[in-house]
């Protein structure tokens, strides 16, 4: 007991770095976000004529994006929704730079009726790493 007395402040940043580290691999799939790599975002674009939506900021876009890809950044979807409701019944592949920012944007996505949204893990940098192409 005098040990845990002694040492809390190490056991409570094991304790929460432990809980950060679950959730960064388990935080998608309790939040019911579907996530997919690039392989299978290539085979949703592909094969199920799926949607590619990025939401990254105007600066991150410009230097470079995934061919046809729609850009809304993140900040800016509530109020632009409408424009993707056409698209409710093909598949969404959604990326950021690293796959938070899109994960959001899948959340907003769900909550408005959206069922095959797909985020794309590790966003474009995976994408660039998988010597995928960009469009500028």
Not at 20 to 48: T, Y
Not at 84 to 101: D, F, H, I, M, T
């Amino acid at each position: 007991m005098q040990f845990f007395t002694s040492n809390i402040m190490p056991i409570s940043v094991a304790l929460m770095s432990g809980a950060m580290l679950f959730w960064s691999f388990f935080g998608n799939r309790v939040r019911g976000i579907k996530e997919v790599d690039c392989v299978g975002a290539l085979q949703l674009i592909n094969h199920k004529d799926a949607l590619v939506l990025d939401v990254r900021e105007d600066s991150e876009y410009k230097e470079g994006h995934v061919l046809n890809a729609i850009h809304i950044p993140l900040g800016k979807l509530n109020g632009r929704i409408g424009e993707l409701e056409k698209y409710k019944a093909q598949p969404l592949v959604v990326l950021c730079r690293s796959g938070n920012r899109s994960s959001s944007a899948c959340a907003v996505l769900a909550k408005s009726g959206f069922t095959q949204a797909y985020n794309l893990e590790g966003g474009v940098s995976a994408w660039q790493k998988a010597k995928l192409p960009l469009q500028k």
